[in-house]
């Protein structure tokens, strides 16, 4: 069983940034890929950032390319996420997760992933 737990949401207005912060508890989280997604009131979850367990990969929907920047330290079992220039479309619970380490559903998906936090509110005010 794998635990995840989010913090660093928060109230911010528009333009700001905020740096949500995941902590795991899984052992060999090194190994891990890991992924944050977010869902907005009425609307479905959807794929944020993701990142490989080595860091050499980086994965970001296109909505926040250029904005948000995912980081992990496999030291400190840790996965973040820096969000700059922050958009009142971007408030939603925002959820990290762990991926499954075999499949051939892509990294983007949802169904790839089989371990998720509580989530955390991000608000965004205009």
């Known amino acids: 069983q794998v635990q995840l737990v989010e913090s660093g949401g928060g109230l911010v207005q528009a333009g700001g940034s905020l740096r949500l912060s995941c902590a795991s508890s899984?052992?060999?989280?090194?190994?891990?890929?890991m992924g944050w997604f977010r869902q907005a009131p009425g609307k479905e979850r959807e794929f944020v950032a993701a990142?490989?367990?080595?860091?050499?990969?980086?994965y970001y929907a296109d909505s926040v390319k250029g904005r948000f920047t995912i980081s992990r330290d496999n030291a400190k079992n840790t996965v973040d996420l820096q969000m700059n220039s922050l958009k009142p479309e971007d408030t939603a619970v925002y959820y990290c997760?762990?991926?499954?380490?075999?499949?051939?559903?892509?990294?983007?998906?949802?169904?790839?992933?089989?371990?998720w936090g509580q989530g955390t509110q991000v608000t965004v005010s205009s």
């Open positions: 997760a762990r991926a499954r380490p075999l499949g051939v559903v892509s990294i983007t998906e949802s169904a790839r992933y089989d371990y």
């Open positions: 990142i490989s367990w080595s860091t050499d990969s980086t």
């Open positions: 899984e052992r060999t989280f090194h190994t891990s890929h």
